[in-house]
Each structure stands twice: as C-alpha cells, then as structure tokens.
C-alpha cells in the first residue's frame, strides 16, 4: 500500500499526469482533458471551468503487487493551507516541474514542506514535447533552486517536438549518482575515493532506494503527460523506490481526516487515513481531543481504482467513512499518532463580506456558510446581527470565486462580496485590573467579578488564572467566567481579536441559592450563570481599557525575482506598497530582494509585476508574523457584540436579549 500526492505549480500539469497515470495502469480507458472538465480528480465544477485543482481528490490503481491511492491535489497559493493537510497523510510524493516554465515560487513553497516533513519525493519535468522545453537547463535550475540532492534517471532525446522521448540510463551507475548517494553514506564514500567502478550495482540500487524513501535525495525524471513519454518509468519507480505505508492493523486506532465532503442527503464523509489500528462499521470512535464521539455506519475503502463498500479498514489505507455528523477536517479518529506534534496551518490573513444578491437569501446564505465552515475549521465565519452580515476569512482573492462558485453550485445562490480586508489582531501594551462588586455600586448583577490581564508571549494563547479560591464558589460560575473572558477576547477594543495574554481572576463572589418561605427558589435573589457571563465583559473591558492594547496587521515575508534592469522601476512600488526589502542580492542578471509586505498589499504587488519586470518577475510570500500597523489612523473593526466599551448600550442590548 502506498499513499501518493502528486504537487505541483498551476498548470504544471499534474492534472493530466494523474490521467496518464490513470490510462497506464490500466485504470480508465480514455485520458481525460483539464481543458474538457472530464478528468478523474478535478470533481468540483469551478475545479472543471479553471482548470486547476482546489479540493484534494483521491483515486486508487494497482501496480503489481502494490496498490497506490493517489491524492491529486491544488497547486494554486490561495490554496495551499489545503495542501498541507494532505502532506501529513502521504507515504512518498511526485513533485511536478514544467520543462517550459520551470521552477516557479510556489514549486519551492511545495518543495520546502516536503523536505521539512521528511516525505520521498520523486521528481518529475513534465511537458518535454513542448516547443521551449529545455530539460538541461530546468535539471540545472532543479539542482541550484530546488535540491542539489537529485539523481537524473535519464536523458531526453528531440525535446520540443511531439516525438519527444525519455530514455533511461542503461544500469547503474547514473552519472553522478555514487558522488550524490556518498553524502550521507561513509562506507560509499571510501568506495567513492578508491574506486567507483567498483561499488556493485545492488548496492548502488538498494542505497538509491534506501536514500530516497529517507527523503535525503530525490530522483528525477522527464516525460510528458499528453504523449505518455516518461510515464512507464516513472510509474516503475514509484513501486521500487518509494516506501509502502507502514502501520499496525493491531495496534491503537488512529487515523487522520483530511477531506470531507457532503453526500446526496447532505451527510458528512469523511477522508481518513488510517495510521494504526482497525476501524469497524458500527465502531464508537472519538475525535478532536476526544470529544465528540460518532458512530461509523458505512465505510468506502479505496483500492483497485474505485471505492468498495468493506466492514473494516486497516491501517495504511484510506477510506471514506460515514456517520460523524460532527467531524471536521483535521481531526485524529482515535489516538493521536505517537511522535507527531500539533500542525498549526498559517491562519487566513484576509477577510470579506459575503453579500446576497437577493436580500431574502440572507437566512440561506447563514445556513450555507455555517455548513461550508462546519466541514472546514481553516473557513472562519464571523456573524454581525446588528448589520445583518457574514465575513468570511480568505487565504487569496482566488478563494472568493471559489466561494461563490460553491454557493452557486451546490445551494442555488448567487452572491457578491465587499473590498478585501486585512485581518489584525491586538496585542496588550501592559497589564490592568478591573473589579465589580455583588450588590454595590452600578452592578446590576449578582455576581463579584475581578480580572486582571497582563501581556503574554506571541504564539501562547490565552492563559486562564485564578488567584481566588476554587471552593470560594461553585464551579459552574468560574467556568462561566472562563468560557466568557475567551469569547469576549474574540473583540478586542478596536473589535479585533486578542490573540495572546494572561487572565487572572483575582476577585469572585455569589449570592446563594435563596427561596421565600414555603415556596420555590427565587433567581431574583440568586446568582445564575447568567449574571456572571453578563457581568464578565464589563469587567474585562475594562481591564483591557487600563492595560491598553495596540493593532497589528497581518505581514507577509516576500522573495522576489527579477531582471537586474528592472529593479530601478521594482522599488519604488515596494515602497509605496509599504513592503521592506531587508535584502537584495545581484545574481547575474537577476536581482533578488527578500524582506516583508502587508499581507492586504500581496495581491496588488502580483497585478504590478508582470508590468513592471516584462512578465519576468517571480514572487513567493507566506504568512509570517504580525506587526504594528503604521502611525496614523487605527483600523477599528464593527463589533458584533453587545458593545461592552459602552455600558448603557451593552446593558441595553442584554436586556434586549433576554427579553426577546
């Protein structure tokens, strides 16, 4: 058994390869076009209209002994957060190179993940029959961009024609192979420097194995997906090069969710990847630290170029399961996997307004969106009642067609959006305290809240404290305050998210359950847990006021290529994008600057490029920090909430509430 992603840039081509492939083992009879919108994996009907992959798909195909389940997935950058959810899944790779475009920013994106999660990666230089292919100099852009760890498996011969074919190297040893193999092998190495015709050829054989199933170097193959030169020997390898999924079928179950998707009834399914144990129709399984728990009713495991209904799945394979109403991509089914830790995806730093075109698709379009983030923890929705609006947070301006294609397709609704936004968070600029007594002054609750809020460091959270005595009331209270203070944290005081820093309850206080005389307990003279979560954003607020708290916006790190000639135009539009070249290196005839972008500038900096640089320009950015927002006026964000910061309109507004 072997779990295969294939990668690449847009339009590089892994599509198509994916339907040669397909053909070559015998799968389907008729290659599919990207162009036609009739290939295996491109399911999604937006997917089958542009012609790029934005949903993983999965399709399984035999090659002799081992059956391969292969994971097609986008190479467009709004979409790489789904990307990386399938790389843990995967037991070896294909990393798509065109051998017209070459290596482009996001095929080094694709390269460093993989290389950062260990995962044996072939490569492959896809459409030698090209006129402007050049495997030559793509090998040595390969070599100098990429990996200097590759192993060419072969020569092309008439690239740039359809006869374009690939011809392997006859034997071992490749030329360069034995000096690549001897970097991480001393006993090669010594056989390296005494003789190099002498190291066997099983040797040679079981180590070019042994290196690339360890990930350390990565063979590299030419053909074209549209002639299928190429295709049999990349397929051959992918058997004996290629590690099979390892995992104990008797072990604890564990398995990992990457996809899900809804069914004909609106039923959620689920894309596991099994890593360790057994699953059973009918099995209690628990998900998402634990909790909530489903029930398995069906399972759909791939094998053999279709899904097959079976009672179990083991570990190794893949399986569509149904039954977890609850279940969300992401998720551990079972125990989570020993040795891996928490992958944290780089948030969305976008965000819009969803727009019905008819006003009264306003409830349909709440229902759809909830259903859509239901499915996908990486969507985050954010509801104003008070306006009447849903935002939705986005990783690139591409995600918004994709949204709307969604919405069009799958529930009948047409929709528009609003201008795109950054969005920031608050950071504490110190500490503060705040306290409201039971029954004094203008507390109208009865409850005792005292908070305290220092800062935190960056990345750890929101920290809950108590500096009272946990028997000092009952429990159900604190949690009460614990569950508000994180939910009021959602808005800050300019109404973005506060992200990192400490909470201490340092005061608390209750009325006990009281009742008149012969009759039944009276709320009127008793604390709830209404009182202290109505209580608790007042208190906060007020703390956060006296600690104070400043913006910061979403920061890109940026590499940026371009014609040394060109650069004279480049910088002056990096500076009116507010980006920072903390670099700039000479290369020959081409100038690199690296340094940082306003993540709300990414998208505008792409539209100038091309432009600017005679459409040579390449440019790579990925989420990297936060960062003070520029002097000036301070972005402030509309509150969904009761407005804590004004205590009339907020008390106003919960009475408001429970009234109604």
Known sequence: ?????????????????????????????????????????????????????????????????????????????????????????????????????????????????????????????????????????ILNTISVRLTP???????????????????????????????????????????????????????????????????LVHPVFFGSAVTGAGI????????????????????????????????????????????????????????????????????????????????????????????????RIGDVVGAPRKGTGDHHFAPPTLETVVVPVCSRDRGALHTALTQLAEQDPLINLRHDEIRQEISVSLYGEVQKEVIQATLGDEFGLDVTFRETTPLCVERLTGSGAAVEFNKKDSNPFLATVGLRVDPAPVGSGVEFRLEVELGSMPYAFFKAVEDTVRETLDQGIHGWRIPDCTVTMTHSGYSPRQSHAHQRFDKSMSSTGADFRGLTPLVLTAALLRSGTRVHEPLHRFRLEVPADTLGAVLPVLAKLRAVARSTEARGPVSVLEGWVPAARVHRLEQRLPGLTRGEGELESVFDHYAPVAPGAVPERPRTDHNPLDRREYLLNLTRRIGG
């Open 232 to 327: 049999g020997e990349l397929v051959e390898s992918i058997r004996q090069l290629l590690p099979n999924a390892e995992g104990d079928a008797y072990g604890p179950v564990s398995g990992t969710v990457f996809k899900v998707e809804r069914g004909a009834a609106g039923e959620k399914i689920a894309y596991v990847r099994m890593f360790s144990g057994t699953l059973c129709t009918r099995d209690r399984v628990t998900f998402r630290d634990s909790e909530p728990e489903g029930r398995i009713t069906a399972i759909d495991v791939f094998g053999g170029g279709s899904t097959v209904r079976e009672a179990s799945v083991a570990a190794g394979r893949i399986a569509r399961l149904r039954g977890l109403a609850d279940v």
């Open 149 to 215: 760890m590759i192993v060419p498996m072969g020569e092309v011969v008439g690239e740039g024609s359809p006869g374009a074919r690939f011809v392997p190297y006859p034997g071992l040893p490749r030329p360069g192979l034995l000096e690549v193999l001897a970097e991480h092998d001393d006993g090669l190495l010594a056989a390296y420097v005494d003789d190099e015709t002498a190291v066997p050829y099983a040797r040679l054989h079981s180590e070019l194995a042994a290196q690339t199933g360890k990930a």
């Open 1 to 137: 058994m072997l779990n295969l992603g294939i990668l690449a840039h847009i339009d590089a081509g892994k599509t198509s390869l994916t339907e040669r492939l397909l053909h070559a083992v015998g799968v389907i009879d008729e290659i599919g076009r990207v162009d036609d919108g009739n290939t295996q994996t491109d399911s999604l009907a937006l997917e089958q209209r542009r012609g790029i992959t934005i949903k993983s798909a999965v399709v399984s195909f035999e090659i002799d002994d081992v059956t391969v389940n292969l994971i097609d997935t986008p190479g467009h950058p709004d979409f790489i957060a789904e990307v990386e959810r399938v790389l843990g899944v995967l037991d070896g790779a294909v990393l798509v190179v065109s051998a017209v475009e070459g290596v482009q920013a996001q095929t080094r994106v694709l390269m460093r993940t993989l290389q950062r999660l260990r995962i044996p990666t072939l490569i492959f230089v896809n459409k030698i029959d090209r006129r402007g292919a050049c495997p030559a100099d």
